[in-house]
């Protein structure tokens, strides 16, 4: 059976009347849980409701109710990945990145754990956060955030909160203040 296009799929929608497109959109939205989020990102009130429900996902994947001894970052990219197909705000993917940089960071402080790969996705995620913020020249949303979280890092001892600074006064170099 040949794989349906784009065009096929627009020529078949064509054929069908108002109330069959309608029934058909309603039976999508129920059945795949990223259409339902997309539809709760462009048609709700707030996107708040979806991003909140990441972020305990998140949180989850980090402090779950058994014991941990290292962290699910690659489940938390694939959450965050699955975020970015149904956001319609950079605003919002910006604050679940640096919520998953907020809960690394307290993972390693409870755990102490603090392995190189590790390492490397919390400055991958806030280095992601902090570009999206001077694109979107967001600073003035953000730039507390980003300042709690490299001195949080601080604690860990492993350089982290040098090399998080850096990264942020490179974005935001003529910014400060």
Known sequence: MPR?????????????D?????AEMVRLFGKFKMVNEHFQMEYGDDTREVVDAYKQK??????????????????VKKLI???????????????????????SIEFAHVNGYMSEAFYKSIL????????LIAKNNAWGE???RC???????GELEAGL???????????FAGKLL
């Open 124 to 131: 991958s995620a806030f280095t992601e956060a902090v570009q």
């Open 4 to 16: 349906l296009t784009k065009t096929a799929l627009q020529k078949h929608l064509q054929h069908l």
């Open 58 to 75: 998140i949180r989850k994947a980090y402090f779950s109710n058994r014991r941990i001894r290292r962290p699910r970052t690659a489940s």
């Open 81 to 103: 990945a699955e975020f970015k197909k149904v956001a319609l705000f950079e605003y919002d993917t910006i604050d679940l990145l640096l919520y998953r940089v907020e809960n």
């Open 147 to 153: 300042e709690k979280c490299i001195w949080h890092a």
């Open 161 to 171: 909160n040098y090399a998080m600074q850096d990264i942020f006064d490179i974005q």
């Open 18 to 22: 108002k109330e069959e497109l309608i």
């Open 142 to 144: 953000f730039k507390v």
